[in-house]
């Protein structure tokens, strides 16, 4: 028959005091994490009695979070990375036991965004959505809300009075930035048109972006032709043909920012009809497409989001969010700085 392995067994066998074993076993007054975890595992190894109460009480000290993530699959290579980003985040987290469940809408639809939140709510504590701002989804956040699970708006804001906060980068700012590095390649008074793609008319962030960008055109380029906004719907196909039914209208047509997905069809458009060269494009999101481009000429600036941050911040802001912390005055929302890749740059 084994010898029970007592108290002052595990002390010596750990290289501790008793009076820490005491201390780890009754939480009596603190102890070091890394301590705490060194002791459970020799407990573990000698079969020590008391083994799941150790670790009862070093996993119940530990504060925990889920976080839901709301994502969209119309552009699969970014919305991967930003899970993994997120995940990676959660990785990383010391301070908290911290769990991120991911769910894609079926598509950018309000119907299809209401499900996902539906589906992550029985779930998480918090949740981070990239959506379409719209009075339904307003309301669920709404309903989100009031159910104790704060709402953090991603990339583009939304339901503004009721989300917890908007974090991203700043789309004004992002829209202005485009427009000034589009007309920077075109001399003063040589004329050209400059083509704008969006994702829809319910993406704030994209409204944003389009706002910037022809504030900044009309003030101080009015010698450029703005076309009028062509809606993609975030897809590379619908872009695509709309791209090369715009050269082939407008002749003198010189730049094209495309505002969020569908960067990928503007690029073909502009490779297969010889264009680079006398057609700039500038598009978000540093990808393989966008970096071959760049090296082949045909896009001259890439405004990436910086995801790594996001997912940090985020994961700070959920915390605060579910602990009943108040969004802080101009905390409402959080804007990170974007970052400009030039072709040089890769």
């Known amino acids: 028959m084994h010898k029970r392995v007592t108290i002052t067994d595990l002390a010596q066998a750990a290289g501790v005091s008793t009076a820490t074993i005491d201390r780890v076993l009754n939480g009596r007054s603190a102890v070091r994490r890394a301590t705490a975890v060194h002791v459970l595992e020799i407990a573990r190894e000698m079969g020590f009695h008391a083994a799941p109460l150790l670790e009862k009480r070093l996993i119940g000290a530990q504060e925990s979070l889920t976080i839901g993530l709301v994502l969209l699959p119309t552009e699969p290579d970014f919305y991967r990375q930003f899970q993994a980003e997120a995940e990676a985040a959660a990785l990383a987290e010391t301070g908290l036991r911290l769990r991120i469940v991911t769910e894609y809408a079926a598509n950018s639809s309000p119907a299809a965004t209401i499900a996902a939140l539906e589906r992550l ?9 990239v959506a379409v701002d719209h009075p339904r989804v307003t309301e669920a956040v709404a309903d989100l809300r009031a159910a104790g699970i704060p709402v953090i708006a991603l990339l583009s804001d939304l339901a503004q009075g009721v989300r917890h906060a908007y974090l991203g980068v700043n789309n004004l700012k992002v829209g202005r ?14 004329g050209g048109a400059l083509a704008l793609f969006v994702g829809g008319q319910l993406w704030h962030g994209h409204e944003l972006r389009e706002t910037g960008f022809r504030s900044y055109i009309r003030r101080e380029r009015p010698d450029l032709v703005l076309l009028d906004t062509q809606v993609n719907l975030d897809t590379d196909d619908l872009t695509y043909e709309a791209a090369i039914a715009l050269m082939a209208r407008h002749k003198s047509l010189c730049g094209i920012y495309c505002c969020g997905g569908g960067r990928n069809g503007v690029i073909r458009a502009v490779r297969e009809e010889r264009r680079h060269g006398e057609i ?31 997912c940090t911040t985020l994961v700070t802001l959920a915390r605060q969010a579910v602990k009943g ?22």
């Not at 709510?121 to 959505?129: E, N, T, W």
């Not at 700085?337 to 030039?342: D, F, K, T, V, Y």
């Open 121 to 129: 709510a029985p779930k998480v504590q918090a949740i981070g959505l």
């Open 177 to 190: 930035v485009a427009a000034a590095m589009l007309a920077r390649g075109v001399p003063k008074g040589a």
């Open 280 to 310: 700039d494009v500038i598009a978000n999101e540093l990808t393989e497409t966008t970096r071959r481009a760049m090296a082949e000429g045909i896009v001259s600036l890439v405004i990436d989001t910086p995801l790594r941050e996001i």
């Open 325 to 346: 912390e108040a969004a802080a005055e101009g905390q409402a929302q959080v804007f990170l700085p974007m970052r400009l890749i030039l072709p040089e740059s890769i």
